[in-house]
Structures are given as C-alpha cells and as structure tokens.
C-alpha cells in the first residue's frame, strides 16, 4: 500500500487529515479505486440527490415560496439548488415531452406572428431560404428538426427575465436582485413542472381510464388545458408571493394578475421570438 502523501496534491499545502485544510481536497489512497468504493459513492450520490430532490419538489408544491424563503435566509444545506431543480424538469421535458409547449413548428410561428403583425419572423425567413438557396418546405423542415432541443435549453432565459420582473413588481419589498431571482426561478420551475409535466400527465391519465370506463377517446385541447394552467398557476404563484414577499390580499392579487400577464407575453411571445430568430440563425 501507498504511503499517504504529506502534501496536498491539489495546492501543495502540509496536510494534517483526510482533506486538505486550505482546499478541501480529499487525500487519495488505494481504496478509492475499488469497486466496493465505487459502488458505495454511487449509492451515497444517488440517495442524496433522490432526498434533496423530493424535499424541495415537496416544499415547492406543498408550500409555496417557502423554498426561495428559506433559500435566501441561507437555509440551504436542505434543498437542491433552485436552478438545478428547474434543470431537471427540463432535462424531463427534454426526453418525455407530453405536449408539443413552447416548441411551434416553423409554418406555427409564421401564423402566429403574422396574427400579432410581427412580421420580422416572415422576413427573416425569406431571406434565409433565399441565403441558402432552398424552398420553404425544407426551410420548415430543418427548423422543425433543429428547434425542439434550441427550445429547452432556451427556457433557461424564463430565469433572469422573470427575476426582473418580479424586481420591478416587489422592488419595496427586498432588497437584492438575487431574491427575485431566487423566487423566479421557483414561479418557474412551477410553470415547467405544471405545464408540460404534471397536468399533461394528469390528463392522459384521465384519458385513457375514460376510454377503460367508455370506450370513447377523450380529447382535449386548448379550451381545457389554458383556463387549467390559469387556476392552477394563478393559485401556486398568489400564494408564492404572500408567502415570500409578505404581500397583503389586494396587493397579492393585482400583483399577481400583472406578473401574469408580463409573464405570458415573455413565455409566448418575447421567448417564442427570440427562439424562432436563434434556430434561424443555425440553420
């Protein structure tokens, strides 16, 4: 067996334990390359993140804004990281999308931006199918392969813009911006997991015990899902913001009618925009 160095290997200081006192790296030896080693770190990983992940999904949907509240007091030992917890739900939404969400096929935005009068996104078009010298059908084509991946990783600008948002709503009631954008990425990791994880699932669940009990397909669509996500969101984020910024009722109320609609023009406008315009720059 390897006599134990006296310095660390990492920083070169004298080393007096396990880890070193001035950088904290762990002093290597033979047993951290066995199997039994590497299986019990595995485990020990795995059990970790599985408990920090339910405790803060759990305070997350069980009592809103106690999360961002206790985060910002500096209770944090308990809680996987906001920002890692928004991350998993769109590594989730990445590989298991239940609905189509933010990501509109190419021939989508067209229609949905020429009903706005936003025609940049028409014009940007033709100009990249004249660029490459292609028809608009395989114009369409490429963005519908490229956008869907684009789309999630692009969902992570929903954090600074909301951040900001709520700054501007709440700027009376804290002081650093890191607050709110703490409580952002919560209203967030809420929008993420209730939109396109959990209300998908709760009505294909529906759906297919319908068609059980039935025999009849149930369809739903938009005059189900929207005034579902309204009530559900509307609720979470009230409470969230009584919660987290001590608002009183009226002030909870008007407050959270205003983020909510700043909030819907940044997710199904400025984001959709700014995704459609990136993809094209790709293509």
Request: hydrophobic share 50%; glycine share 6%.
């Amino acid at each position: 067996m390897a006599k134990p160095p006296s310095t660390c290997i990492n920083c070169g200081s004298p080393l007096s334990g396990n880890f070193c006192s001035n950088c904290g790296e762990k002093v290597f030896s033979d047993h951290d390359k066995t199997i039994g080693h590497f299986v019990h770190e595995t485990f020990h990983f795995l059990t970790h993140l599985d408990g920090k992940f339910l405790t803060s999904l759990k305070a997350v949907f069980s009592k809103p804004g106690l999360l961002s509240l206790e985060y910002c007091r500096g209770i944090r030992k308990k809680y996987f990281k906001p920002v890692s917890l928004f991350l998993v739900g769109v590594i989730i939404y990445l590989f298991f999308p239940l609905l189509q969400g933010l990501n509109m096929s190419y021939y989508e935005n067209i229609n949905t931006f020429s009903a706005l009068h936003i025609y940049v996104v028409e014009d940007v078009a033709v100009k990249k199918a004249e660029k490459k010298n292609i028809t608009t059908e395989e114009l369409a084509n490429r963005y519908d392969a490229k956008s869907p991946k684009v789309s999630k990783i692009m969902l992570l600008l929903l954090l600074p813009f909301s951040g900001l948002l709520l700054w501007l709503l709440f700027f009376r009631k804290r002081e650093y911006l890191f607050d709110h954008l703490i409580m952002g990425t919560e209203i967030n990791t809420v929008f993420l997991y209730m939109v396109f994880l959990f209300i998908p699932l709760l009505l294909l669940s529906g759906g297919k015990i319908w068609y059980l009990i039935s025999g009849n397909d149930f369809h739903y669509g938009d005059p189900v899902i929207v005034p579902l996500q309204i009530v559900i969101l509307s609720a979470y984020w009230s409470m969230s913001f009584r919660k987290f910024y001590g608002t009183g009722v009226w002030e909870t109320i008007w407050k959270t009618f205003v983020f909510f609609v700043l909030h819907g023009l940044l997710v199904y406008v400025v984001y959709r925009l700014l995704l459609f315009l990136v993809v094209m720059m790709f293509i």
